[in-house]
């Protein structure tokens, strides 16, 4: 205000008046309408106003704006109508009854201020309302979800915490991962309606969509499954945000992100505001997605997927967004400074993904037992009273016996085949160097080099498989 008032009274301080004509140059600033800075409305001054913003400013010579703004009240902030009492009143019944509108609470201290006979006049709504929106005792919504210790816990912690935006320098830097339930119902192949789960992972730094698919369950096969697409399609990421679901914090997922060297955050319990970015998403994604297929009478696993991958790809990705400056998220991804690391082939992801596990060896007949499945150790390991192995417990056709000290592979494990073993052969025990079993191991579960030749070859090509997939191992449902 102080700049504006220097304004209209500036002619006057630049060239000024004659002795005798301060009140004419008044009058002629008195009539002249002026668009106020804060209503933008057309306001006039009167000519006592004009005189004393004059005097002021031709009093003080060196900082006239300062002379000119507007002076704070000497009892500002003070409220005059509340006395300690009525205060103390208003802060107890707050404390029992935070959930209250403003309005209850100023009709329940009515009746405290009576009850009590206190020796003051009840003070208006207005003076309530301003006192306590001042002291930040602003209604509280009741907390829904659970009402556990832990969730009691996270709400103290939130109202007692500042909660702060947060973003990545660089691309890679750091995913994010969750799932979320969908609110259409999709017809699977038995026959029911259910509710699918959408997997997202998405970029920090410049809110790309790294991979997202549907499934039925939110198990570790699926959250892997899909995490391996995102680490293929973009890149290694340096670090990983993710909640605290039980997939997320399985054996396999986990040991996986150990083997890549990627740092796993975790949010804290019920604090899903800490993973807002993904949060925020989940909007776009009912809102945009999912409302065009509101009317889909048919609508399936394999259609929403699909329906999925276009949309992203060619609607979210295309998009500007505000929090990048009117970029979009893929221009970000590939033209800002990038930390990812190259991702390597599908046999080292799927061998990263498994729980590292020891079993005592069972002397009677040299198995272990996993997944309430008996497997047969090599006979050379017969002395080992413990043995170490990393599998994936959806994928029992691929376990491996380990060193715990190196982590070597030693041997694959197979499981016990009691109708071979009911021949009655058996093979003779015998010493043999340690590098032999573990060459011949590698070279039996070999494929030929013309078969390989011939597979690699066709799938160069991209064609599909000539044949519909069923019940195949490692095909997922």
Known sequence: MGQFRL?????????????????????????????????????????????????????????QLNALGTTLR??????????????DTLEVQYAEHDGWSIQLHYDNLLIRIAEDKLQTPPPSYSSILRYMRANGLNRRSKRKGPNSPGAKKAAKRYEQREVRSFEIDYVNGLWHLDFHHGSLKVLNDKGEWVKPLLLAIMDDHSRLVCHMQWYYSEDTQCLVHGFCQALQKRALPRSLLSDNGSAMLSGEFTRGLHELNIVHHKTLPYSPYQNGKQETFWANVEGRLLAMLENKTDLTLRLLNQATQAWVEGDYHQKKNEALKGQTPIDCYLNHQNVGRDCPDSDTLRTAFRRQVKRAQRRSDGSISLEGKRFEVPDRYRDLKIITVRYAAWDLSIIHMIDPETSAILSPLYPQNKSANANGLRKQRHSEPESKPQQQSLSFNETAPYLKKLMDDYAATGLPQPYIPKDETGEQK
Not at 74 to 87: A, E, L, M, R, T
């Open 7 to 63: 304004k209209i009274i500036g002619s006057l301080l630049a060239s000024p008046p004659e002795k005798g004509d301060l009140k004419n140059q008044l009058t002629l600033l008195s009539e002249k309408p002026w668009f106020h800075p804060l209503s933008g409305e057309l306001v006039h001054y009167s000519i006592p106003t004009l005189e004393r913003w004059y005097y002021k400013s031709k009093k003080e010579r060196k900082n």
């Open 74 to 87: 000497h009892d500002k902030g003070v409220f005059k109508s509340i006395n300690q009492s009525v205060c």
